[in-house]
């Protein structure tokens, strides 16, 4: 953002690009933040930006797009994500785990990753979770790998997940939290692969 | 506590016991709050609460009772494991997973249960699980059952449980949040058993 944009003074047309963008962000997450996902609206959220809808679109693309950017994140997770889906069910638990590893592993996505969690666990916080993260990025795995009953087997990933994001993120409870990659993919793949795959009861 | 208890007037000798017992858990509930479980003396208790350790010992025991007490749950949740981990290792998966949902399905205990998580969950939070809920409830259950490594294991089942807790009691994340106690018990406890005794990798 240049200095001169961020003048309160100023008059006119909107300033540039960047600017836009940052008060379209803005605006965003404080609407993703009161009103959830499903309560936020592109329409909404370029009336409290200042800005025309499509003004929103095409710096954003979709609302799912528009959540994942207000997280800042360096890198889009779908595009991590998408190679491990596309080999279908057969080892996708040892994939979508190291697609997971490789996200929150990183000390530059992990702490953004885990004020997330950590926001969304206090009381109200769930709805981050209910109607964003698991409708824009997990349960959609479920439909690509085209698993049946993924109404029930991605929450049971979801369950084993939190976990492990739990024990080795947020707590640091040991041998959990400094496990070699290898070894969590080596000891969790086969329960996340059971929960994918295997008969429910 | 009788009003008498109550008056800050009150001189020479300290209130009867439900005053006494009382400051010593505020004591307690701040001490451990502040130097978590592993800073924490019944000593320094007894110090806080301005009587002699002896008292603190005769109405709590020892200092994980203490901890426990100062949880306020309406059952020692030891009494509750203590017959899931009885009969050994062989079921042990079920038989700890119902003694859990009889505490944490149960209206009265469960919101103090969340409550603690919650707040465990919080940076710096950690502490009163990995020195204080760990070491005192989950923990010896390991040792209890003889099973090997221990100390790989029960962080392995913890992982499956926080998960669990994470998305019933939390989040409500369905279908688990509303899966009656045999379908949860069906769906976790192979894993619960599988953590417990199949081979590490």
Redesign the interface.
């Known amino acids: 953002m240049s200095p001169t944009s961020r003048t309160p003074q100023r008059r006119g047309r909107r300033p540039g690009a960047p600017a836009t963008r940052a008060t379209i962000l803005k605006a965003a997450r404080r609407s993703f933040a009161e009103s959830g996902f499903a309560g936020t609206t592109i329409r909404g959220v370029a009336a409290k930006a200042g800005v025309d809808a499509s003004l929103v679109h095409h710096y954003f693309g979709t609302k799912d797009d528009l959540f994942l950017a207000a997280m800042e994140l360096p890198v889009d997770p779908r595009q991590v994500i998408a190679p491990a889906i596309a080999g279908g069910v057969e080892g996708a638990g040892e994939r979508l785990l190291r697609a997971f590893l490789s996200l929150w592993d990183d000390p530059e996505i992990s702490p953004v990753l885990v004020g997330v969690v ?1 926001s ?4 109200g916080g ?1 709805r981050l ?2 109607q964003g993260i ?1 409708p824009v990025l997990v349960f959609p795995v479920g439909e690509a790998l085209g698993i049946d009953r993924p ?2 087997r991605m ?2 990933v ?7 994001i ?2 080795r993120y ?7 939290a400094s496990m070699p990659a290898d ?1 969590l993919v ?3 793949a ?2 996340i692969q ?1 929960y994918l795959a295997a008969d ?2």
Do not use: N
């Open positions: 950590r969304s666990l206090q009381p769930e979770l209910s698991f109404d029930v929450p049971l979801i369950s084993q997940i939190a976990g492990l739990l024990t947020l707590i640091g409870l040991e041998p959990i070894e080596a000891t969790f086969p329960v059971h429910l009861p």
